[in-house]
Every structure is written in structure tokens, then in C-alpha cells.
């Protein structure tokens, strides 16, 4: 199993740009979610998902928009990138239980 | 201008020694606790869960304890090795949508 994998694993976008962060598992896990990580903080949640055609809100999700139309993938779309996006990107999954699993993160900068 | 961070809490070993990352939650309705290392560049990466029935768990070389009465939770890591130098984030979990409460995380050095 590859696991969750993310792609790209580094991008520069200018103000305004629109783009898709990939995330997709192999594991069959049910549960998927986007968090951002920036310097100094905790990991917060932008949005997640419970199964396919479900997706919620997390903690800081203006800005982002996600779609789950397989079980595996789990995209993460910026609509008009903002330096405040600026940040490393997270996807992780879970199965019924707990234990999340992350994947290797996107790097992004936002000029 | 000047950008200010948050600058996370720094544990510092010598090589070989015991490590105690602490740990406070805020939920006491938490029926989940996870522990996780990240490594510099790399994704959180599971070491070791405990369930609110419980009070420790042990792993290889990790040990986990729940105090619920204090809402307090360690991690454990015996013989501290350099591959320990990371950082560790501690979260909870409550209700029924899977949604992880996550620590600000503290920074392990392990000295040679």
C-alpha cells in the first residue's frame, strides 16, 4: 500500500491564482481530512469528510473548497490564493476508528 | 514588518535518558487520546492511543498515561535515542464525528 500521498510536495502560486492540492489513499478508509499546519501552531482542520458525496466544515475552511466523489481521492481546491494560505498542507485518513493517517504534505506559498 | 510566532515548549535529553512529554486536554467528555511524532519536513506520524477506560499503555519503549481526573496526559519514550528528536503532538477525541483536537505539540531535542 502506498498509503496517502499528496501532490504536488511544493508550489508557488501569486495572489488571486487558482489551484488543486491532490490527496488520494488506498487504505479503503472511510474518513478523510485536510488540515494546515503554520509555524509554531497545532495542525487545524479545514474540511473533512466521512464518506463519499460527504463533506463538512472544520475549523478554518474560508477560502477552501473540497469534493469527495471517490473513497479514494479527496481533493483541496483554493479558489483565489491568498498569502495568508500560505502554509504546509495536510491529508489524512482514518477508517472506522480513530488513528488518522497523514500524508508526506504540500508546501505553499502564496506571493 | 515583524512576524510573531508561537514558540512551541522545548524538552531537551541527553541521549539514553527518560523523556516526559506532558500534556493538558480540555474536554472531559474526551473518550480518545492520540500521540503523534513529526518529524522536520515530513507528516504526523501515529506512535500510540489510549482510550478513556484505561490509565496507561505501553508500547516499544513508549508509555502512554491518562490522568482524567486532572485532564492530563504524558508520553513516555525510554532510552531517548537522536531518532526521538521531533515533535510530538498530543490529541483527543470526542463525540461521534471523528474530529481530532489537536495540541500546539512540544519539541524534543535529544542531545549526543
Known amino acids: 500500500n502506498a498509503g496517502v500521498t499528496q501532490t504536488p510536495k511544493f508550489q508557488v502560486l501569486k495572489t488571486g491564482q487558482s489551484m488543486t492540492l491532490q490527496c488520494a489513499q488506498d487504505?479503503?478508509?472511510?474518513?478523510m481530512s485536510w488540515y494546515r499546519q503554520d509555524p509554531g501552531m497545532g495542525l487545524r482542520l479545514i474540511h473533512y469528510s466521512v464518506g463519499a458525496g460527504i463533506t463538512d466544515q472544520g475549523e478554518v475552511p474560508n477560502g477552501y473548497n473540497v469534493s469527495r466523489s471517490t473513497t479514494e481521492d479527496f481533493p483541496l481546491r483554493l479558489l483565489s490564493a491568498a498569502p495568508s494560505q500560505t502554509s504546509v498542507y495536510f491529508c489524512?485518513?482514518?477508517?472506522?476508528?480513530?488513528?488518522?493517517?497523514f500524508g508526506p504534505g504540500t508546501r505553499l506559498t502564496v506571493l | 514588518g515583524e512576524s510573531v510566532g508561537l514558540h512551541l515548549p522545548t524538552l531537551s535529553v541527553q541521549e539514553g535518558d527518560n523523556s516526559i512529554i506532558n500534556c493538558a486536554y480540555s474536554?472531559?467528555?474526551?473518550?480518545?487520546f492520540i500521540w503523534y511524532k513529526q518529524e522536520s519536513g515530513k507528516g504526523p506520524q501515529f506512535i500510540i492511543d489510549i482510550r478513556s477506560n484505561m490509565d496507561k499503555r505501553q508500547g516499544q519503549r513508549v508509555t502512554v498515561l491518562l490522568n482524567k481526573t486532572v485532564k492530563h496526559l504524558s508520553l513516555q519514550i525510554a532510552a531517548t535515542q537522536p531518532g526521538d528528536s521531533a515533535v510530538y503532538f498530543c490529541a483527543e477525541h470526542a463525540g461521534n464525528n471523528r474530529k481530532l483536537i489537536w495540541g500546539l505539540g512540544t519539541s524534543l531535542a535529544v542531545n549526543p
Open positions: 474536554n472531559s467528555a474526551s473518550d480518545y
Open positions: 487504505m479503503n478508509h472511510e474518513y
Open positions: 489524512a485518513s482514518s477508517s472506522s476508528g480513530n488513528t488518522q493517517y
